[in-house]
């Protein structure tokens, strides 16, 4: 995500805050909106193309049915082109949405911003529950994206971070796919108690995840089972014969070793060789350790979590630790 971000606030303490504004609180949406540069809005307006002959006289353009620029009123960006059918949903709209889906006074914004020029826009609601497990820290936030180009839908997901060391845990509970996704119709902001279910706001996605997470750190792995799951997600690169991939092997031992020392070495002493110490040593290798070219790694983690996407050596993870029955 090198330079996408084009305007955001960020809270203390948040995943993010090496990037954009820093502010001393959490925000309500209305200072929300105003400190991440989203206090602007989008219209559609028609579109129109020249003559084969190439003539730009006015005289010569040709409408193009059906489909609109989305434009930024505030600057007349063109975020991109879109059907007839699309409407667009304002980011005051958006925040206003989350506030009703929540409704909760002690919910405030961490983080919130403008990428690629206004071409996508983000939320991010602390839901103000904390679990903690042990010294652990976990956050649950709501997350909600919306693109102002039409290439995706409205989509708001809960993920949890946690804050002693910023790490986003993109895993899904099993059981558990909380998030919605709306097109852009003319209702999408109306859906309020649709959101409300698919998200399941009554904080049993959360409890549920505590007990998740108590589960993991009572489980503890074998050096055998270890060994097994590095093996898979981290296989050893064997030198060839004339020694010209000896890099890639350094890497891959590298990558072993440094997964192994955080799950030897956890943070905290309750979770050593647990199934959860496994998940964080992945996951803490893939997010702020693994080499990255051309962005940070705060861009990266803020990339997959605008995104909904996660690591695939983690998700690998926890399917081998599921199918090894270590997670029940």
């Given at each position: ?7 955001m ?9 090496k ?14 909106l ?17 003559q084969?002959?190439n003539?730009t ?5 040709i ?5 609109y620029?989305?434009?930024r ?27 009703k ?9 961490e ?19 904390d ?13 909600l ?5 039409g ?11 946690r804050v ?29 108690d649709?959101?409300?279910?698919l998200?399941?706001i ?15 750190i009572?489980k ?16 050893l ?19 072993r070793?440094?997964v ?14 647990s199934t ?5 040593a992945?996951s ?25 996407t ?6 690998t ?8 029955e270590?997670l029940?």
């Open positions: 995500m090198p330079h996408a971000v084009e305007t606030f960020s809270a203390k303490e948040t995943p993010w805050h990037l954009g504004v820093v502010t001393k609180d959490a925000l309500n949406s209305r200072d929300a105003s400190q991440a540069g989203l206090d602007w809005t989008v219209s559609l307006r028609e579109l129109a193309t020249f084969e002959d003539n006289d006015v005289s010569s353009l409408d193009v049915p059906n489909y620029a989305s434009v009123d505030s600057d007349d960006n063109v975020l991109g082109v879109v059907g007839s059918r699309y409407t667009p949903i304002q980011n005051m709209e958006c925040f206003n949405f989350l506030d889906v929540v409704d909760d006074s002690r919910a405030k914004y983080t919130a911003g403008s990428l690629h020029n206004g071409k996508v826009v983000w939320m991010l609601l602390n839901l103000n529950k679990i903690v497990v042990g010294e652990d820290k976990t956050l649950p936030y709501l997350l994206t919306n693109s102002h180009d290439s995706s839908s409205i989509k708001g997901i809960t993920t949890p971070i002693v060391c910023a790490n986003t845990l993109s895993l899904a509970i099993k059981n558990y796919n909380t998030g919605f996704s709306f097109r852009h119709t003319a209702n999408a902001v109306t859906r309020v649709e959101a409300r279910k998200l399941e009554n904080y049993k996605y959360i409890d549920d995840f505590q007990i998740e997470v108590e589960k993991m009572d503890l792995l074998t050096r055998q089972q270890f060994d097994t799951i590095i093996d898979s997600i981290y296989p690169v064997e030198l060839n014969s004339d020694g010209k991939n000896s890099l890639a092997v350094a890497r891959s031992a590298e990558s070793n440094k192994e020392q955080l799950f030897m070495n956890p943070e905290f002493e309750e979770q050593k060789y959860w110490a496994l998940i964080n992945v803490n290798y893939e997010q702020w350790i693994a080499p990255v070219r051309k962005i940070t790694h705060e861009e990266r983690i803020a990339n997959k979590t605008i995104n909904g996660q690591s695939p050596k983690l998700d993870t926890y399917k081998m630790l599921n199918s090894m270590l029940v």
